[in-house]
């Protein structure tokens, strides 16, 4: 049977915080991390499509808008 734990918004966050890794102590490296969280998700899209920096320009020629006042 299951058994159901009712949590505060406070305690609910505390619990998310310190599960992230993001509560003091802090890990002393990311091998640490990885170690506790159990699994890493690399994320290879930026290897074959670098994100862009202000002022960069599509191959269609148009330059891109990268957010901010027009």
Known sequence: MTTVHRLSRVDAR???V???LLALPRPDGVME??????????DP???VAPRRGP??????GQRVRTGGAA
């Open 18 to 20: 310190r599960a992230q």
């Open 55 to 60: 002022g960069a320009v599509e191959p269609s």
């Open 45 to 47: 899209t930026s290897a």
């Open 33 to 42: 991390v990885v170690r506790h969280l159990g699994v890493l998700q690399p």
């Open 14 to 16: 505390r619990v998310a």
